[in-house]
């Protein structure tokens, strides 16, 4: 348990001179905790009442006290996001993986060997569902088919010439089915007001390049850029010359998608695999521009 005392401290002497107080914390981070540690410091002289209007609307989305990503209300996964970010202040995170510009080209799986930065993705999250809810009458059966690639092991790597990525999936990958097949997502400036919800390019079927501008994707490339699959490995190659939105030593987001269904983030919860799951993506900076 985290030790609240110096807090309980500056709290008395505002009950003893009778002010009011609030404390001004997110939904499930401590405000009932710190009244209950107060509560039982007061002395016999004080009388406390406590009062709860919390209950009467849990039902109500304005009041929800979920922390799971819904589709609810417009919940989506702000709660889910907050309580990570939470615990990431007190737990911190792991050490970006980073690597030092190649002298040679990578131009076969097994290359990537010699590439020691790994970014891992928890597996089995692709299994399909055919299971009863909650709701008993009528009884609702959910069912969800659309799992295949489950993502695993990713890499990324660089040159002066290119910009290379890496998948492993757990089992061999899947034919290539066209647009939502293995996609590959770049935030290239690391800021999520640009681009769609931050991300300034992806590669659809693995092999199309598109920047998203003017509100849609557009192609950039017109010949496809490489890509290389052997069983459940797979790796694409991109030309940084057409990658304009990225200048100086490499330092950007990405995220591997697959069988997506509908053109919304919050999908990635639901439908296919993604790696990192949810809204998460992974981060890739040079070793010399964090050094």
């Known amino acids: 348990m985290v030790d609240i005392s110096p807090k309980i401290e500056k709290i008395f002497p505002m009950v003893e001179d009778g002010f009011y107080f609030t ?16 509560e039982k410091c007061l002395p016999d002289d004080y009388i406390c009442a406590s009062i709860s209007f919390q209950y009467s609307t849990d ?53 990537w060997n010699k590439i020691d930065a790994v970014y891992t993705d928890y597996t ?8 009863p809810g909650f709701q008993s009458e009528p009884v609702i059966i959910y069912t969800n088919t659309i799992g295949r690639n489950d993502f695993h092991i990713m890499k990324v790597a660089h040159d002066k010439k290119n910009l290379y990525f890496y998948a492993e999936t757990v089992d061999d990958i899947t034919p290539n089915t066209g647009d939502n097949w293995m996609r590959l997502f770049i935030d290239a400036d690391r800021n999520f007001s640009t681009g769609w919800n931050g ?3 992806r590669i659809t079927g693995g092999q199309t390049l598109q920047r998203y501008a003017d509100g849609e994707w557009k192609n950039v490339n017109k010949k496809p850029v490489k890509n290389i699959v052997e069983k459940n490995r797979m790796m694409i190659t991109v030309p940084r010359s057409f990658l304009h939105l990225m200048t100086g030593k490499p330092n950007f987001e990405f995220k591997w998608s697959d069988n997506m269904q509908t053109e919304d983030p919050m999908d990635w919860y639901v439908n296919g695999d993604v790696a990192p799951g949810g809204r998460f993506n992974f981060v890739f900076q040079e070793q010399s521009f964090i050094e």
Do not use: F
């Open 23 to 38: 404390i001004n914390r997110g939904r499930q981070y401590g405000k009932t905790t710190t009244l209950d540690r107060l």
């Open 59 to 111: 039902a109500i989305p304005e009041y929800s006290r979920d922390i799971e990503p819904t589709l609810t209300a417009g919940l989506k996964a702000h709660y889910y996001m907050q309580l990570v970010n939470n615990i990431r202040r007190y737990k911190g995170i792991e050490k970006i993986p980073s690597e030092k510009a190649l002298t040679s080209s990578i131009k076969n799986l097994n290359d």
């Open 124 to 131: 089995g999250d692709t299994q399909h569902r055919n299971h």
């Open 199 to 201: 991300y300034d390019y």
